[in-house]
């Protein structure tokens, strides 16, 4: 008999991770609806040439194929099987698993742009997957949760998602965090100043890592890249730029002042801080961080991230703004912006910090249990008058030992029992225990019904 | 450039699919909880050793089988090729997509026996996938809805299943329906009876389609499969029998008189309405149906089946009991009693009697529109204090015609637009268009506040 596994990288969501999971997301849900973003879902599998060459070379190897169906290798002559796995999977796969929600999204968006009504805000929550190596957090079916707004390039859409960062934060009792804000547009302009015009890749990918490696190792990278110890000199303020978001700005403007892409991000920083303070939000938790690069190279304005300040973890969440989502697909010049919580990390903060609430946990209120079949039979009679009010209730289906039946009530967090005996037969009395409380009360199901209600 | 498609046979929900899907969905969860059941997910991959000989011949063909990542080629001869797709399928494809939600579950409760505690009920919502032809209502990937409880033989379980399916129409106004039930047994009991036993399945395959053939056509059937003219004779009031279910379970008790396990089979149908009557549920819209026969060949007790009465359409819910749902994992003497809700055709049955609820379309309250940048500045105020009171707005994010802004707001369904113009600034009293009966009045913040909540 075979003993049945489940495949590396990936989890079953048993009943109390998918409640409190649930919980998280409901919570997310719920901001995104009150912001006016729209629900939308996409299917697992995509065509491979919707996703191949979107995520670079490495993001092509991670990719899962799906092997055509039927006789998949009626399209191969013999000679080609000798040519390697690589150049015949195109061949015998022309499916593949999603690897994010973004270039879905952009599919969506190119195929319904004539039905759309723009500016389009839309938010995501699905798994993805991803043949990466399995390792502690990371998994090969994770989920994303991703909301953005296409179709406007109007910096009230960033200011928007710090509120809505804020709002679900405040829901889920999460106070000790930062929102990291930059703009890719300052990045290329200190590139300009620095007279490391075009480097702007090289530079990112070394300041992105300041925060794990330090100023010293960076600016070694940088030499090693080819900048010149002149570059690093100019560079030196960016390293020391400090103080209030406004104080950085103001020490910004004057690095920038020879690059007109350099101060139009500034000057896109300032326009959020004030659509912020237009809209009454004046903890926004926000931090200019000059360093901040993010990976992805389709960001072309604002970038984001959040870290947590009081568990050690990545980032929770993080996104940017992009000129040209959809231009892959033959739709130019649709700016959006987007943003992504990292939900099985907030799960995670959410377990460390102990913020699920344990009422959440509670599935059904009320248990039935009993003694024989009499009892039970009449116990039959009282589920609907619970359901009736809303209140989820069960019964103990099996002729059990009560120890069982209050046991099962235990271990599923059940609230509270009504125990049917000989004697509340007669006396339509029932004896209700509080399970957390251990303490038992004789009432008759109008009582029971109002104590729970 | 491309022109980007989707895979034949999936399909996008795009935001108004999503919130009637959503409105669907809700429904049938809040159900399941208030009776019980216990959320579950599993992934969307599993080992090709856990899905395969499960669900027949058939089935293993219309398995989405995932490449192996990386050189998938590497565990193959070069002569192996030659042998053929069927062959070398399992040396370069390990995991595949799930098939439906019953086996991954079987899997779950093998796995993790020891921590589930008993009886367990489950619903479990989720995607699954079938190289099947695509044609009008079929699709290759569609979503399953099945809540089952393991671990117990108690025929409540069958009276809370209909109870289940009852209070989810009674939520989704949908009055005109039947819930066929039989019993597997008194299928086996009547080929015993009839003097061909051990020709159940033939005698079910045949039965099944008496719906769309007739009687006569049936007949045919049945002897062409060796059935003898005698044992069609000795079945006749099996296709005559008629009246109340009370009636109906009078006559076979007659007819199977000579059947022990047809007995048992009638005697577990009685039971079923009997929970009922003590449950206090008189109107079950439950229909003792003796031909319903329903293919899956792993049922072994009630069998259900749920038809509409005033829509042309497949059944919209079946499920049954089975005597041994993990067996094939090792794990024997796991009965259960799994039922399911066709949520695409429920979706088309609601959208066909139009019953999705206008009000669930909405998802923003009200939109802020303006006139030009001060006007929207002052719109940006206003935001956060309709957050504040949980009522979902937006603000249009770009300076445009007024126009242009509203035609936004109807496409959306948005049924309130505040306007912020020169006046508005000055009296702080807002033009609050009610945009489906096209009225409009002058108030307030505090005015608007109240008139949303």
Known sequence: MQKPTLPKGTRDFGPSKMIRRNFLINNIKEVFAKYGYLPLETPAMENLSVLTGKYG????????????????????TP???????????????EKGLRYDLTVPFAR??????HEINFPFRRYQIQPVWRADRPQKGRYREFFQCDADVVGTDSLICEAEIVAIINEVFDRLKLNDFVININNRKILTGITEVIDAPGKESDFCVAIDKLDKIGREKVEEELLQKGFSQNSLQKMAPVFEISGSNQEKIAVLKELLSGSEIGLQGVVEIEEVLTNLNLMN???????FDVTLARGLSYYTGAIFEVKMLNVKIGSVGGGGRYDNLTGVFGLEGMSGIGFSFGIDRLYDVLE???LFPDSEHVVTQILIVHFDKKTQDHGLGLLQAFRKENISCEIFPDLAKLKKQLNYANRNNIPYVLVVGEEELKSKEYTLKNMNKGEQKQLTLEQIIKELT
Chains 1, 2 share one sequence.
């Open 57 to 76: 070379d490495e993001g092509d190897k991670l990719l899962y194929k799906i092997l055509n169906s039927g006789d998949f290798l009626s399209k191969l």
């Open 79 to 93: 000679d080609e099987f000798s040519k390697g796995a690589k150049e015949i999977t195109g061949k015998i796969a």
């Open 108 to 113: 969506y968006v190119v195929m319904n742009q």
């Open 281 to 287: 939000i004046t903890e926004a938790n926000l931090n």
């Open 352 to 354: 460390a910090l102990e």
